[in-house]
């Protein structure tokens, strides 16, 4: 499995990264796991509750401080939370706060208790070297657990344990820091890049790289397997099983768009320097119901990610220009502002006569784009 990175910054110097190997808990071990998660979700729950009531009744928040500072108190009353770590429990309170968090800046609804099928996972926060061994992963009162580390990693680097439970197997998704030393290459092969929904991206050379729209090709599975899910009666063994099948379909479909984005961006980073493209508000365009499906399937964003992250790996640059008038702008010199519908896939400009696929054009404006502002921050 690829690893699945998610960066973000900690100092200017540091980036923040994820790798998930597999885990082979002995059946002991997953009993022990399921019977934390179990803990957990009624400590989430039973947290969500009291911060519910107090403002119904009361108008007071509760805030995450007086929640964890009431956990002694809690174990002493319900002594079978002495059976999971304490920064477990910690976390556990964490995530219900951070779930407030996002209501309130409007990134999310309203927290909603949890079901088992919505609270399969636990965090270790602060991960010791002492945590590692070959092929082996500490857990406080779990033991240690086989792991499937299929790359290296430096153990010291890691800050953070997540174990979740997927479709059946388990994960430890491990978080670890990394400096951020790779010096910049010179820039000799420059790109831009435009984004599409016919093609994932078009490039400035004239390059077009397929949207292989993964998921409309499992639509009629996924529709069957939906169907046969409905018509199982809730609670019921056949229900969980045909639950776990139209998981693992999504869960092939959400690979193969990953592997293929790692391609993508890949190629263009061993290909170029300096690449430039739009910077998008993709969440927001994800409001408009025509497109949304569309472009969650190319998964805009994540291409952005995974080209960020590669490119500071590798010492390439990635700069991301305001996307106005890209389309429409002529990228033959003249200036000339050619308006057009999304409909309309090919440019053709009045004034100087450039005739060029839409995208094409886009992607030229996008690198003339970058380039100035990249000599502007020279």
């Given at each position: 499995m690829r690893p699945s990175k998610d960066p973000s910054k900690t100092r200017e110097n540091e980036t923040v990264s994820v790798l998930r190997f597999r885990l082979e808990p002995t059946k002991e071990q997953k009993q022990t796991l399921f019977h934390t998660f179990y803990l957990c979700r009624r400590l989430y729950n039973e947290a969500l509750e009291e911060r519910v009531t107090a403002y119904r009744e009361n108008g007071v928040a509760i805030r995450y401080t007086e929640q964890q500072n009431r956990l002694p108190a809690w174990k002493q009353e319900h002594p079978e939370y002495k059976e999971v770590h304490s920064q477990v429990l910690q976390n556990v309170l964490q995530r219900l706060d951070q779930a407030f968090v996002n209501f309130f800046e409007k990134r999310a609804r309203f927290p909603?208790?949890?079901?088992?099928?919505?609270?399969?996972?636990?965090?270790?926060?602060?991960?010791?070297?002492?945590?590692?061994?070959?092929?082996?992963?500490?857990?406080?009162k779990i033991g240690w657990v086989r792991m499937m580390a299929h790359l290296p990693f430096d153990p010291s680097s890691v800050k953070m344990i997540n174990v979740k439970f997927h479709d059946g197997k388990w994960y430890a998704n491990l978080t670890y820091v990394t400096e951020a030393a790779v010096p910049l290459t010179e820039i000799q092969n420059t790109v831009g890049i435009d984004r599409g929904l016919l093609s994932?991206?078009?490039?400035?050379?004239?390059?077009?790289?397929e949207n292989p729209k993964w998921l409309q090709k499992s639509e009629k599975r996924l529709k069957r397997k939906q169907r046969q899910l409905s018509r199982k009666q809730k609670g019921s063994k056949n229900r969980e099983k045909a639950k776990h099948e139209l998981q693992g379909i999504h869960d092939h479909v959400a690979n193969q768009r990953k592997d293929h984005l790692h391609k993508v961006s890949r190629l263009l980073i061993d290909r170029y320097d300096l690449i430039c493209m739009e910077d998008l508000p993709v969440k927001g365009m994800m409001k408009n119901h025509r497109l949304a499906k569309s472009i969650g399937?190319?998964?805009?964003?994540?291409l952005g990610i995974y080209l960020e992250y590669k490119a500071k790996n590798a010492g390439k640059q990635l700069i991301q220009v305001p996307p106005q008038y890209t389309s429409q702008l002529c990228s033959g010199g003249c200036g000339t502002l050619v308006k057009k519908d999304l409909s309309v896939r090919i440019h053709q400009c009045p004034t100087c006569g450039l005739e060029i696929d839409r995208d094409v054009n886009a992607a030229i404006n996008i690198l003339h784009r970058g380039l100035e502002i990249l000599q502007q921050v020279s």
């Open positions: 909603k208790f949890k079901n088992k099928f919505m609270f399969r996972s636990i965090t270790y926060p602060q991960a010791r070297d002492t945590y590692f061994r070959e092929n082996q992963v500490y857990l406080p994932l991206i078009a490039t400035s050379d004239g390059e077009f790289f399937n190319a998964s805009w964003g994540k």
